[in-house]
């Protein structure tokens, strides 16, 4: 007997056949006595015409003030994917029962939108699943301590399921998507992308981190904090796919680097001409942070050496952009900065791999493969399992070609 929570995103839920053929597929796989929980997302694009009324209300429905009521917005495409699912499985024979995040017990914090579980307590899944059925959850969402719907943000569903399968103490816990595991590259991009049967956390961490949208990544920290393996499986076929773990089983460890990760929803915010004394980068990134927004590869260049003023350029999420670009044109004027520069067309690519520490000239290479794909590098940022460079997105397809080529020829 397995306890088993399984995972399907929107596309994997698009349709009322696709909802049907999910549920035949986790019965037809079912042993009798395994305990099944099942997380969805909101069906296809769902979320986006949710978004999409709102912006028939106000064409920036992220404001501050809409918050909460996105929240209770949003979190309907979920329920309805939870109720028909489990309509389905009852079709087919088998009860089932529905829940949203709220009725499992997943507290989160009051920060609409972006939302982070702070427990689970999952007596009523325990107590459905001891009655026989299959329960159906609704991912993406919990209820903060006034019982008020609050959304996880981008992958959140992911989250969800992982950091339930943890709570229950599941066996596994199983991500299915549109593509069969974890790839050295995204496969849309690179036609020789290479399958891994295993991957780190680690290593799943920072590419999730970096980019490769196949995960997210306060998923993969809630596997590696319950020790709960990952199982990246593709809904429409069969194959084994890639197993994210503590290390690795199966395959050889002899090699320099994993995969190549990209990102395209990024923005580059580049504050002007500010005083090069102590505080100031903390003014502009406390003002940041308290706005709940990530920021991701600071440089700080000199700009006047004699008049000892610098430039501080960073990186944000282009969903996040609006918002930042209003907090840091107020601290750029509270600091007597020059001016703030914003642009778009930037583009994130990494590569990621435990292998590369200890092995001199990975960086060189990598910023060699760029360099014959005439690919300009604007920002270069390192960790001790990766290394990143800001690029123009024009050129992303190029660029990850070429460093895929580097580290992956045949």
Request: hydrophobic share 45%.
């Amino acid at each position: 007997m397995a306890l088993i929570v399984k995972k399907f995103g929107g596309s994997s839920v698009a349709t009322t056949e696709k909802i049907l053929n999910v549920a035949k597929r986790i019965l037809g796989e079912k042993k009798p006595e395994d305990k099944i929980v099942v997380v969805v997302s909101a069906m296809g694009d769902s979320t986006d015409n949710l978004i999409t009324l709102a912006e028939g209300i106000d064409n920036q429905p992220y404001r501050a003030q809409y918050l909460r009521e996105m929240d209770m917005l949003l979190t309907t495409g979920e329920q309805i994917s939870i109720a028909l699912l489990a309509m389905a499985f009852q079709k087919l024979g088998h009860p089932a029962i529905s829940l949203t995040g709220s009725m499992i017990g997943m507290r989160t914090n009051s920060i609409h939108t972006k939302g982070r579980i702070l427990g689970i307590n999952p007596k009523r899944v325990h107590e459905e699943l001891e009655k026989g059925n299959i329960v159906v959850v609704a991912g993406f969402q919990g209820a903060d301590k006034f019982g008020d719907p609050v959304t996880l943000g981008r992958g959140g569903s992911d989250t969800s399921a992982v950091a339930l399968a943890g709570a229950l103490k599941a066996d596994e816990c199983e991500i299915f998507t549109d593509v069969d595991g974890v790839y050295s590259a995204d496969p849309r991009i690179v036609k020789n992308a290479r399958r891994m049967k295993e991957i780190t956390y680690v290593e799943m961490l920072e590419m999730a981190r970096l980019g490769a949208g196949v995960m997210n990544p306060r998923s993969v920290e809630m596997g590696q904090y319950f020790n709960i393996p990952i199982h990246v499986r593709s809904t429409f076929t069969n194959t084994a796919g890639t197993i994210i773990r503590e290390d690795y089983t199966l395959e050889d460890k002899d090699f320099e680097i994993r995969g190549v990760a990209h990102d395209q929803k990024v923005a580059k915010v580049a504050v002007l001409g500010v005083d090069n004394t102590p505080g100031i980068a903390h003014t502009i990134f406390a003002a940041l942070a308290d706005a709940n927004i990530d920021v991701d590869m600071i440089v700080q260049s000199i700009r006047n050496i004699e008049k000892n003023i610098t430039d501080m350029v960073f990186t944000v999420a282009l969903d996040d952009l609006p918002e930042a670009k209003k907090v840091v044109d107020a601290v750029a004027e509270k600091i007597n900065a020059i001016g703030v520069l914003v642009e778009e067309d930037v583009a994130k690519v990494s590569i990621v791999g435990a292998g590369m520490l200890g092995s001199p000239g990975v960086a060189a290479r990598m910023f060699g493969a760029l360099a014959k794909a005439n690919v300009n590098i604007d920002i270069i940022s390192t960790s001790e399992i990766s290394v990143s460079c800001l690029i123009k997105a024009s050129q992303l397809t190029e660029a990850v070609n070429s460093i895929h080529d580097e580290f992956f020829a045949d």
